[in-house]
């Protein structure tokens, strides 16, 4: 997973804009991803998975996209609305250890009127 | 549809105390269950896992143990806090293998609530 240290990066979003958050991982063999949602003092939210046999997954609002070749994941939230304000995180299931999630650090979502 | 329980919320325990978080799951069958950990401002770690009732895997040395007496709860315990235990506990669930889990059924890892502890 992303590795960033203690400081949790932010990303500011003007309502409505579109929103680009960014994963890099860490092991060739991961073979599925999620992506979560998390609001303060609450469990993660499922937001959207994608497999390794593919590059693109969509879903209602969000859309997940899988560069193996460099190892890099993202999740695109189109129109962002004040709700999606949380921290987002990318986790990594290893082949062979389903379940086994390895996690991002996470980026924190702004979003501004 | 499956449910998740975590309790309780949020704990308060000294030094030394005994710990016992409780996690239920409903609505399904032969889970897979897992306990995560959360730092402050972190992403979350595995801490145990479990295929079947008695099954216990664990992923990091700690203080802790897990125990899953029933074939869908899971109980985390300690038998003396430290303070490096304090964190937000998170247990998820999920249904099969690898081999058994196909996108378009959502088949996928789902957390709880979770559980904060404060070890003073």
């Known amino acids: 997973g992303e590795s960033v240290g203690l400081h949790l990066p932010t990303l500011s979003v003007q309502e409505g804009d579109n929103s680009i958050i960014n994963c890099a991982y860490s092991n060739s063999a991961s073979d599925y991803f999620i992506w979560y949602k998390q609001e303060s003092g609450k469990g993660p939210q499922f937001i959207i998975d994608?497999?390794?046999?593919?590059d693109k997954r969509q879903g209602q609002r969000v859309t997940v996209l899988l560069n193996k070749t460099v190892k890099h994941l993202s999740l695109q939230i189109a129109a962002t609305q004040p709700g999606d304000s949380a921290v987002y995180f990318c986790?990594?299931?290893?082949?062979?250890?389903?379940?086994?999630?390895?996690f991002g650090a996470g980026t924190q979502v702004v979003v501004t009127p | 549809s499956q449910t998740i329980h975590q309790w309780p919320a949020t704990l308060v325990q000294p030094v030394g105390s005994p710990l016992s978080l409780e996690c239920t799951v409903e609505?399904?069958?032969?889970?897979?269950l897992y306990w995560y950990r959360q730092a402050a401002g972190r992403g979350l770690q595995l801490l145990f896992y479990?295929?079947?009732?008695?099954?216990i895997s664990s992923e990091v040395p700690q203080n802790l143990s897990a125990s899953r007496p029933q074939d869908r709860q899971f109980i985390l315990s300690s038998k003396k806090l430290l303070l490096s235990d304090s964190g937000f506990y998170l247990c998820?669930?999920?249904?099969?293998?690898?081999?058994?889990?196909?996108?378009?059924?959502?088949?996928?890892?789902?957390f709880g609530e979770g559980s904060w502890l404060t070890v003073v």
């Open positions: 998820a669930w999920s249904t099969g293998g690898w081999a058994d889990s196909e996108l378009s059924s959502g088949n996928t890892i789902y």
């Open positions: 994608i497999r390794s046999n593919m």
């Open positions: 479990s295929v079947g009732i008695g099954q």
């Open positions: 986790a990594e299931n290893i082949a062979d250890s389903w379940g086994k999630l390895q």
């Open positions: 609505g399904t069958s032969n889970p897979n």
